[in-house]
Nanobody, 125 residues
Framework: QVQLVESGGGLVQQGGSLRLSCAASGFAFGDYSIKWYRQAPGKERERVSCISANGLTTQYEDPVKDRFTVSRDNGKNMVYLQMNNLEPEDTAVYYC??????????????????WGQGTQVTVSS
């Protein structure tokens, strides 16, 4: 079955760094773009980043530009989100998601067909 499992979250001080991982299984990983979303309590889910199937194209939302870096290793069926200079506003549950085949990094949650369980990131001030 299609499965995405996030890991690497935790508690970090303001200004610190974390690297999130997303392990994929049950599908041809190298054929799919992967998106990162996040959701804080009481807030709507928001998009964070996207990486194309071959890893050559990346996208970032303004709040994380110049601080976060998305990458992937198709040989290991892994995608990563390196988060630097973290701020309390980054506190949220972070999810990786599979974009529907052929849609790449189009930002529309309707084009997501699989989600991970999420990993908690907490940034203290």
């Amino acid at each position: 079955q299609v499965q995405l499992v996030e890991s690497g979250g935790g508690l970090v001080q303001q200004g610190g760094s974390l690297r999130l991982s997303c392990a994929a299984s049950g599908f041809a990983f190298g054929d799919y773009s992967i998106k990162w979303y996040r959701q804080a309590p009481g807030k709507e889910r928001e998009r964070v980043s996207c990486i194309s199937a071959n890893g050559l194209t990346t996208q970032y939302e303004d709040p994380v530009k110049d601080r976060f870096t998305v990458s992937r290793d198709n040989g290991k069926n892994m995608v990563y989100l390196q988060m630097n200079n973290l701020e309390p506003e980054d506190t949220a549950v972070y999810y990786c998601a599979r974009s529907r085949l052929g849609y790449g990094c189009v930002w529309d949650s309707r084009l997501v067909d699989a989600w991970g369980q999420g990993t908690q990131v907490t940034v203290s001030s």
